[in-house]
């Protein structure tokens, strides 16, 4: 089906390679619910919004629907994110299990099943009167892309990537960010089959300890 043809205000924002994902955008359109109201009802903190609806869209544009452990936060598993999110479009969560359950079995059994990373800052910005777009595209700043072959290094390689990482990234946008926004840190998080199994935090780079 194609999901391009026929987009709204609603649905544009996805891009479903799921058959199950195509059907709950289907039921987003029809319920007439924006992004937001989606992740607050889901029961994501106010603050946490703009980062939840990221998550969302990404579920909901990846083939394997969030259950690869490719988008991760502190606040839902892969499975529990998925429960949560058909409770809030109504749909019912038993019929899919199956579904559901191919997937999952089809990530297991795939050679070497690594574990995913996630690298961003931790920024707080001054949002006052900025709109939804403006929000969300500085938010985007905090999210610090790692190699596609990160997973695969070795620990010393990973470390030396992050630090890297970190000082590139704290260099370009420390006094520059939007919305007087100031860089408190970063954090790298681990998750594997679906649960978050580790979070380390970093102080800024001009701190001797990264």
Request: aromatic share 10%; net charge neutral; hydrophobic share 35%.
């Amino acid at each position: 089906m194609s999901h391009t043809a026929n987009q709204s205000k609603y649905t544009r924002r996805y891009h479903p390679r799921h058959p199950l994902a195509q059907y709950a955008v289907n039921q987003i359109d029809t319920l007439k619910l924006c992004s937001q109201d989606i992740v607050k009802a889901m029961g994501y903190p106010l603050k946490h919004t703009i980062p939840a609806c990221e998550r969302l869209r990404h579920v909901l544009s990846n083939k394997h629907l969030g259950l690869d452990g490719s988008y991760i936060d502190k606040h839902f598993t892969a499975d529990e994110f998925l429960t949560k999110l058909f409770a809030v479009l109504e749909i019912p969560y038993t019929p899919f299990a199956e579904d559901i359950a191919k997937i999952k079995y089809d990530l297991t059994h795939c050679p070497q099943v690594l574990p995913s990373y996630s690298l961003q800052a931790k920024i707080v910005f001054k949002f006052d009167g900025a709109n939804w777009l403006a929000r969300s595209n500085a938010s985007r700043l905090a999210h610090i892309r790692l190699p596609d072959d990160f997973a695969e290094l070795e620990e010393i390689e990973r470390s030396l990537i992050v630090k890297e990482s970190i000082c590139e990234h704290y260099q370009r946008y420390e006094g520059s960010l939007p919305f007087d926004g100031v860089i408190k840190g970063y954090e790298l998080m681990t998750e594997h089959n679906n649960k978050v199994v580790d979070s380390l935090m970093y102080r800024l780079p001009k701190s001797s300890s990264v």
